[in-house]
């Protein structure tokens, strides 16, 4: 990569499969794609407003889409942009408050759920940019990540929690009755046991 570029807005695949990479602490907000044939980095655009610790999610139609993440060393931002290359963006969508050190994941083509940031949680409509308040999760959570479980008897956002206050490991938030439940613990795995 030409510079170290910590807690960027991830890789995404763009046609063929080449990563996106936008952002990080520390850079200069420019996004960069990757050819594994070449084994080289190739400059793109830069993003409206350069962060990190941004959340990230790929989407067929709009590309990379970001929210939030910090600017300025501790500002965060309540932004949503997308690209679907690296160069172009789009006009941003305002988010209802400020988020970093959060998660986002698409529950269907058009709707965007992110959580994080205390124990905050929130849906966007990629349409109309409207955003709607979920119920707060179980506790204060930074550093998460989240995914989405599809079953017969219906879906569930898991949302795996990093740093934080009452850290109970997982959190399920369930798609139709729109309440949280707090799943298995996981092992500490920032201190393994050495034998």
Known sequence: MPFFLRHSSNNFPLTGNIPLVCGGVGGSGKCYTYDS????????????KPVGWA??????TLGLIMTGGYYHHSKLSDEL??????E????SIKLPYGVGQHCQVLVDAWTL????????????????GKSTTLPTMPGHAQHIACGLGRKKNGSK???VTGVGRNNEGTYLF?????????????????SPKVP
């Open 113 to 128: 759920m992110v959580f994080g940031t205390g124990n905050r949680a929130y849906q966007i409509d990629l349409r109309s």
């Open 37 to 48: 044939t070449t084994d080289s980095w190739v400059g793109k655009g830069s993003l409206p």
């Open 81 to 86: 942009v997308s690209t679907p290359d690296g």
């Open 157 to 159: 956002v898991a949302v």
């Open 174 to 190: 369930d798609l139709q009755t729109k309440k949280w439940k707090i799943g298995t613990k996981i092992n500490d795995l920032t």
């Open 55 to 60: 959340g990230a999610s790929w989407h067929k």
């Open 88 to 91: 172009n963006f789009r006009k």
